[in-house]
C-alpha cells in the first residue's frame, strides 16, 4: 500500500470484486428462475400434450393395465419427466417411477385433479408453486364422448431442473472471472500509465536539486498532469533565466567595475609620475576620477535599491508637490545630456498640472532611468519628447524617442532585473536595471508604466500616476533608508566641493 500503483490497482479492483459477484449471484437467480424454470415448464406442458395426442391413438390403454404400462415403457425414453397414468376415478393405473410401482391400481391424491376432472382442461403448475414440493406438473384430461377417462400426469422434480444448471453457472462464473482479469488488466495499465509521468516528474526535480542541467518534460497524460508538467517547465524556464541572469550580472560586474577601476589606476599612476606639478592636469585627473567613483557609487547604489526590494516594500516619504515645477527642474540635466549628444529635445508641459503627495526624489530616479534609456538608445539627429497632462483622475507623463524600438516579444521582458533585448547589445554600458526600478517605484506610487514600440518606430513610455495619493504609506526596509541617506550625504558632499570651486560630475 505504500505505493501509488498499488493504491490505484486496488481502486480499480476493489469494486469489482464486490459489485460482480454480487451481480453473479444475482444474474445466476434471475436466469434461473425468470428464464430457466419458465422455459422448462413451458417444454413439460408441451410433452404433456404431445403425450396427450399419441393416447388418443390407443383408447385400450385405460382399460387394461398392461397396455398401459407398455404404453409408458414405449414413451418414457423421449420425456425428460416422470410420467403417470390416472384413471377418472383417482386410481394410479400405470407409472414410469419405480418408487410409485407399489401403488398401482391403488387411488392416489393428485393435486388439482379435481379441478381437472370439473372443467376438462389443461392444469400447470410450475417450479415452486405446490407447497411441499419443488416440482412442476402439468395434467392433461383425455377425454372420450364428452367425459374424462383419464388424466395424464407429467412430473419434473427442481432436483432433476438444477442438474442442467451448473454449465450455465459455470459459464457465468467464469465471465466474471475473465471480467476480474480484465479489470485487473486495465488497472494495472492505468496504474503504470499515471505512475511512470509522476516518476519522472520526480526525477527531474531530484536532478534539478543536485544541480545538473535543467530539462524540459514532454506534456502528456491526462489534464491534471499536465498542468503539472505545465507549472514544472514554466519554473524551468524561470530558473534557466535567472542562471542567465546571474551569469549577466557577473559579467556586467565585471565590466561596469573593472572599467572605472583601471581608468583610476591610470590617474593614480599619472599623479604619481609628477602629474600633481600641473595645476590643470591635476584637476582634470581627479576630475576624472571623481566622475568614475560617482558612476560607480551610482552603479551600488542601483544594487542596494534592487536588494532592498527584494527584502520589503519601499517606503516613500510622500510631501505635496507642484508637478510642473518638479518636472522643469528634473528634466534639465538630461536636456543638456540630450544636446550634448546632438538630439532634439523637446517638452510639453500642461499648464495645469496638479499638486500631488509624491516622493519627489524616488520619481525623479525613475523618471531619470526612463528619460537616460531614451537619450541613450536614440542614435545622434534623433529626438526625446517629453509630455506631461492629466487624463481623466491620471497623471501622464510620456517619453518619446526615435531609437531603434522594441520588439513585441520583448516589451514585457524588458523590465525584468539584468535584462537587456537585442538593441541593448550595441551599448554594453549598464547592468539591466533602469527599467526595472523605475517600474517598482512607479508602482509603489500607486501608477504603473505603459509601452508602446515597434522596431524601427521608436517607443514611448508612458509614467500613469493617479491624482488620489495611494491608499497607505508602504514599509521601509533598513537597506533603502540607509541607501537614501548616503544618496543626501553625497548630494551634500558635491555641494561643498562646488562652494570651493571643485567641479564634480
Known sequence: MRRLRTRLILSHILPLLVVLPIIGVAL???LETQVLLAGLSNELERQALLVADLADNYPAIWYNP???QAFIARVDPYISASMTLITADGVLWASSNPDEQSNIGRPVTVPGFAEVLRTGAILRIDYGQQQGTGAADVLVPIIERNRVIGVIRLTDPLSSVYERFPR????????LAVGLLVGLGVGLYLALDLERPLTRSTEAILRMAQG??????????????RLLVRAFNDLTVQLQSLEKARLRLLANLVHEIGR???ALRSAIQALAGGATEDPALRDELLNGMDAEVTRMRRLLDDLTQLYGQ???PLELDLTPTAIGPWLQQTLSPWREAALSKDLRWQTSLAPDLPIL???ADRLAQALGNIVSNAIKYTPAGGSVAITARTVAATLE????????GIPPEEQQRIFAPFYRGAASHRFPQGMGLGLTIARDLITAHGGRIEIESAPGSGSCFRLLLPLEPPPSRIEVSESVISNQQSAKKRESEKNHLRDKGIATD
Open 28 to 30: 445466476t437467480y434471475l
Open 66 to 68: 398392461l397396455q398401459a
Open 168 to 175: 450455465a453457472r459455470t459459464f457465468i462464473f467464469s465471465v
Open 212 to 225: 545538473q542541467p535543467l530539462e524540459q518534460l514532454p506534456e502528456q497524460g491526462p489534464a491534471e498532469y
Open 260 to 262: 572605472p577601476l583601471g
Open 310 to 312: 527584494a527584502l520589503g
Open 357 to 359: 503627495n509624491i516622493d
Open 397 to 404: 507623463i510620456a517619453v518619446q524617442d526615435s531609437g531603434p
